[in-house]
């Protein structure tokens, strides 16, 4: 585009138009300047025009980008006040940390992860639950699905992003606990856990999340950061590990808090029972 036509694209647009339609797509400023141009300053229109083009773009960027891996990214997790027992969790993947702290990339991952939710706690069995692709990818995010959402968010940051593994988290009758280890922790844009009644999402590398009764809920969450820093593979074994730095039972595991006991007595000491547990590490293969 011509300096002449930028210039006098300009003159024709409001300020407030452009900067509204720019802090709420996200999209770059030409790209507003040009929508609002085109849709005669009516920032609802562009808007939909903008979108629709993102989302023709992004389908295209994506066949192109689809080889490319895609090791970054966030795990998204939503725990409701109204239903503290479940949660749902989304793998959304990319290929650089810089998308990963794009706000519309956070954006998109916490409609998601709140989708999951509204569509999938209600009906949960016990347990994790795995959602399937065809169905994640079908989720609706307002009018468009998060395929198509997907597809737009590519056409924006011209990488490839990947819906990943996707599941929901019945704990009841038990309680639930949730640790969630950001890689920005201390950071300004780090995100902690946030709980309301629309369910807002938190972030994270790791995830960790136990179904317990009894004891605490400090000692709930302690078990949580244990998961994430040890990795047991399941909860209990017939028989302890030779190699204490190689065991993978949970109960037999030197607690990361006190090495000098066993996760299995710590629990016993507080009368709490762990009935299961989860630990998800982004872009893991």
């Known amino acids: 585009m011509r300096l002449s036509q930028i210039l006098a694209m300009c003159s024709s647009i409001s300020k407030q138009a452009l900067m509204q339609l720019r802090q709420t797509t996200g999209y770059p400023m030409l790209a507003c300047r ?49 239903s503290p027992n479940c949660l749902s969790l989304l793998e959304l993947r990319c290929e650089t940390d810089f998308v990963a702290r794009n706000a519309r990339f956070q954006t998109l991952l916490s409609e998601a992860c709140n989708s999951l939710a509204d569509n999938f706690i209600a009906s949960a069995p016990q347990g994790v639950t795995l959602v399937p692709q065809d169905r994640l990818l079908g989720l609706k995010l307002g009018d468009s699905s998060l395929a198509d959402s997907v597809a737009s968010l590519v056409g ?28 920005w922790q201390g950071e300004p844009d780090a ?64 607690f990361l808090l006190d090495e000098t006991r066993l996760v299995g ?17 982004c872009a893991e293969e």
């Not at 924006?156 to 890689?183: K, M, T, W």
């Not at 007595?265 to 590490?281: H, I, N, P, T």
Request: net charge negative.
């Open 34 to 82: 040009q929508a609002l141009s085109r849709c005669n300053g009516d920032v609802s229109e562009a808007k939909a025009w903008l979108d629709e083009r993102a989302q023709a773009e992004g389908w295209a960027k994506a066949e192109k980008l689809i080889d490319r891996t895609a090791r970054q990214g966030l795990l998204g997790i939503v725990q409701r006040v109204a």
């Open 156 to 183: 924006s940051v011209g990488e490839n992003i990947i819906c990943g593994r996707a599941l929901v988290f019945n704990a009841q009758p038990d309680s639930l606990a949730l640790y969630c280890h950001s890689p």
């Open 191 to 254: 995100h902690p856990l946030q709980q309301s009644e629309t369910g807002s999402c938190q972030f994270g590398r790791y995830a960790a999340a136990v179904a317990y009764s009894g004891g605490s809920e400090q000692l709930a969450y302690q078990i949580c950061q244990h998961i994430v820093g040890r990795n047991p593979a399941r909860l209990d074994s017939p028989q302890p590990n030779p190699d204490p730095e190689s065991e993978d039972a949970l109960l037999r595991q030197e």
């Open 265 to 281: 007595d710590v629990l016993q000491e507080a009368g709490m029972q762990v009935a299961g547990f989860f630990r998800l590490k």
